[in-house]
């Protein structure tokens, strides 16, 4: 297939002022319409619409809980917490996402192609998080793109409140960080067994194989020299994203801070770690203590600052189909138009290591991309088509 007449808006590289893309699953040809040689395949002409079209990548939702909370539903559909013991990092995302939730039609609709979706944060840890097309299949195996994706840690109020009303640990803050600690350094002590049984397996000094333990299985990806698995923290307040760091830096995690709702207030020293981050929700009020500090102007003060994010819509906190709204708030507060467009394509795919596939319109990349015949960061506007892994998943 092959789409004509178009503006494409790159996101990384050249954009193309008139151009088409020609793409199977993948792109597999871009370029200007002056170098266009027509195929016996099938065409979508730009100047087909009553403006003309630009194309961009596929909008990444890079923080979300699509389908753990099934739309419409109260308790039978709420699959997001398992909070009956605060450490469960053998959880899998997978294995609560309802695939056929409408808000992946929802989501389709709004030209978001690729979420970050899993588990919620009532537990110090959570569980995985899963990286998944919104389009493709009914069954979300066919979805993923990455699986596990991230180990889901959460600090400050969230753990404190699920506990407390049971006056169970943890019902402070550094009961929280203690049992990711005590948690990390088994997973640490059982990796230390595990080299130790290879080491000496079939030898006269051979130690016996640990017993087996589902929760440091799950852990050991964050360990591990090469692919290292990441490690995603809530944390809104600054004392807790400070904390989410100290613990990164003690264990050697490649880590994200989630939230960041405070990053703005400690941008200067904030930067002096150059860390991952994703903002959001933008779109809501200060609901609890520690959003205290929520402010539409963090983008603005965070890129200034040199600090790369994301932006995200913490769905269903906001409905995924207001990410491009979401972004268009942080230009709202001061951040560049381009900049809020490439923290929902481009910089959230290199936020979840896969930039190689995700986020820009370069040949060889995931044919996900929609078109807008006006400012997709308008209120108003919605897209005329959205492909899914080069298939048509909505058109208008």
């Known amino acids: 297939m092959v789409i004509t007449n178009v503006k494409i808006a790159a996101m990384s590289g050249r954009d193309i002022e008139l151009g088409f893309v020609r793409f199977t699953d993948v792109f597999t040809e871009i370029g200007e319409m002056k ?17 003309r079209p630009t194309l961009y990548p596929g909008f990444i939702d890079a923080h979300c809980h699509l389908g753990m909370w099934s739309d419409s539903l109260t308790f039978e559909g709420d699959d997001g917490n398992e909070d009956t013991d605060p450490s469960t990092p053998h959880l899998r995302a997978i294995d609560s996402i309802n695939a056929m939730d409408r808000c992946f039609s929802d989501a389709v609709k709004a030209g978001v192609t690729c979420v970050c979706t ?34 889901k840690f959460a600090l400050g109020e969230n753990p404190k409140s699920t506990y407390n009303d049971r006056d169970e640990t943890p019902i402070t803050r550094m009961a929280t960080a203690a049992i990711i600690r005590e948690q990390l350094n088994k997973a640490l ?7 130790e049984y290879e080491r000496t397996r079939g030898t006269d000094d051979e130690t016996s194989r640990p017993d087996f333990d589902a929760k440091c299985e799950a852990l050991l990806p964050l360990f591990s020299e090469k692919d290292k698995l990441q490690a995603h923290f809530h944390c809104h307040r600054a004392d807790d994203i400070f904390t989410a760091i100290r613990l990164a830096k003690e264990f050697n995690l490649e880590y994200v ?10 941008a200067d ?23 205290a500090n929520h402010d539409i102007r963090t983008p603005a003060v965070l890129f200034k600052n040199g600090i790369k ?11 995924i189909q207001y990410l491009p709204l979401t972004a268009a708030l942080a230009v709202r507060g001061g951040l560049e138009r381009w900049e809020a467009l490439r923290a929902i394509t481009i910089n959230a795919a290199e936020l979840l290591g896969l930039s190689d ?15 807008f015949l006006g400012d997709p960061l308008d ?14 998943a909505f058109k208008r």
């Open 35 to 51: 170098d266009y040689i027509a195929a016996n395949e099938e065409v979508i002409d730009g100047n087909s619409y009553p403006a």
């Open 118 to 151: 899993g588990v919620g944060s009532s537990n110090p840890i959570g569980g995985s998080f899963a990286v998944l097309k919104t389009f493709g299949s009914k069954r979300v195996d066919n979805l993923i793109v990455k699986h596990p994706a991230a180990i």
């Open 269 to 291: 020293e904030l930067s002096e770690d150059a860390p991952r981050v994703v903002l959001g929700p933008l779109m809501g009020d200060r609901g609890k203590p520690e959003l």
């Open 357 to 371: 596939r995700l986020g820009s319109i370069k040949t060889g990349k995931d044919a996900d991309f929609s078109l």
């Open 309 to 319: 994010f994301a932006i995200c819509t913490d769905h269903p906190e906001t409905p």
């Open 257 to 266: 801070l989630i939230h960041c709702t405070d990053g703005g207030i400690i």
């Open 189 to 195: 002590r059982y990796k230390q067994d595990l080299d």
């Open 379 to 392: 209120i108003t506007e919605t897209p005329v088509l959205t492909v899914v892994g080069g298939k048509i």
